[in-house]
């Protein structure tokens, strides 16, 4: 009888060599916004104890951290545009580095998801086309929540001054001591607004009438970035299967394979695909898999989006992956590779959505890694909030 013990990892435990940067084995920390930043969106010590705490990783991404204060929309969320950010994130990396990880910024621009409660001029959310997401709500500073905005559509000099936006937010990305940027283009946000017909109405170049005219925005960020700091170090992600943010276009399948192949003349350091479905999706048609990005992007690959350990070890061992992003499993479980490599059990949860934004240590560096767990349980069963003076009882 007893719980049958859970696999040991093998094919995400081999090494791989990420361009020029040698990782340790295939497991990507997922990009995951905890707004543990202060109100003014700087980063904070708890930061790099928690990204410390995962230095075990293959390559960690950072959370979404916002290029401009045009890009905000979500609180204590960190961004990578002042110099006091900038000072603040040489803190986190420097501790990731001392610990032997790699760790790239996920560079974030919120879009039509943003609301003009996160600007001091009372300013809109900024897209392609003045139209709002549909349902839900927006989580405002002040911790109430409200519905959606309808965005400003952006002019075209507007379009130029955030692709400059980009570049400042890598080249400071970089002096802050990053591997590299991840170009955050999934999920709704701004750049996967102009991918994507639902949220792309503009009839000008940047607008619906092709498939060029939607990546344009794109690619002048990629053409950008790849300008001002080495191509190997830029990664961009897509979410080509997901629904979040009233997302989903009827020609996706036609469209991100377009824009993949299109990546593929970079040199990009990888392509990170949310192919799982574990983060909504909009069943416009069948989704896409990590194969069919394979065929027209040659370059590194991510997979990402509800992976359990047996599932990544079957991608990578089939080579439709180079990598694997974990987010959610990786909350609870700092040490999660060791855990994966060693076939140990893994932590709830247990705070689940209640702690995944919270702005405290409580969900966030309050996990403990199994070697703590098993110190823990070996240690006296004195009252240790009682002290020497509860031993002295008990002796
Ligand atoms: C708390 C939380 C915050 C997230 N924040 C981001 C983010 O800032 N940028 C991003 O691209 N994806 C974000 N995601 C999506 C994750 O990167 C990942 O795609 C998703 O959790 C699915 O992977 P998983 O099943 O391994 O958790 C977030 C997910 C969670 C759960």
Redesign the pocket.
């Known amino acids: 009888m007893g719980s049958v013990a859970p696999p040991k990892a093998e094919a995400l435990m081999t090494k791989f060599k990420l361009r020029d940067l040698d990782l340790p084995n295939r497991m990507v920390l997922?990009?995951?916004?905890?707004g543990r930043g202060t109100a003014a969106h700087v980063p904070t010590p708890m930061m790099a104890d928690y990204y410390t705490a995962r230095a075990a990783g293959g390559l960690l991404i950072t959370?979404?951290t916002f290029i401009s204060p045009a890009a905000i929309g979500w609180a204590n969320a960190p961004e990578i545009y002042s110099d006091a950010a900038v000072a603040a994130w040489k803190d986190v990396t420097a501790a990731v580095h001392a610990a032997g990880g790699r760790i790239f910024c996920?560079l974030?621009h919120t879009g039509r998801a943003s609301h003009s409660a996160f600007r001091g001029d009372g300013s809109l959310g900024v897209a392609p086309s003045a139209v709002a997401i549909r349902d839900g709500s927006v989580h405002l500073p002040d911790g109430t929540k409200a519905p959606y905005e309808v965005p400003h559509a952006m002019s075209v000099a507007e379009i130029q001054a955030t692709v400059g936006d980009y570049v400042k937010a890598a080249t400071n990305a970089m002096a802050a001591g990053f591997d590299g940027v991840e170009i955050?283009s999934?999920?709704g946000y701004l750049l996967d607004e102009f991918l994507q017909t639902h949220t792309n109405k503009r009839t000008d170049e940047y607008g619906a009438g092709s498939l060029e005219n939607r990546f344009r925005f794109l690619k002048e960020v990629v053409t950008a970035v790849t300008g001002a700091i080495p191509a190997h170090r830029v990664g961009v992600?897509f979410s080509p299967n997901g629904v979040f943010n009233d997302m989903g276009t009827p020609d996706f399948r036609a469209a991100y394979t377009y824009f993949a192949g299109q990546l593929d003349a970079f040199g990009l350091a990888y392509l990170h695909v949310?192919d799982?479905l574990?983060?909504g999706f909009h069943k416009l048609g069948e989704p896409m898999t990590l194969p069919e990005f394979r065929a027209v992007f040659s370059g590194p690959l991510i997979g990402?989006?509800?992976?359990t350990l047996e599932a990544g070890e079957a991608a990578v061992a089939a080579g439709d992956a180079d990598l694997i992003?974990?987010?959610?499993?990786w909350?609870a479980n700092p040490d999660l590779p060791t855990r994966f490599a060693d076939g140990l059990p893994l932590n709830a949860d247990e705070g689940g959505m209640a702690t995944?934004?919270t702005h405290d240590a409580e969900g966030y560096t309050t996990y403990p890694t199994a070697a703590e767990a098993a110190a823990a349980k070996t240690e006296p069963t004195v009252d240790r909030a009682e002290g020497p003076a509860a031993a002295a009882k008990v002796l």
């Open positions: 997922a990009p995951m916004t905890r959370e979404g996920q974030w955050h999934a999920n992600r949310m799982g574990a983060f990402n989006c509800g992976y992003a974990y987010g959610r499993p909350i995944w934004y």
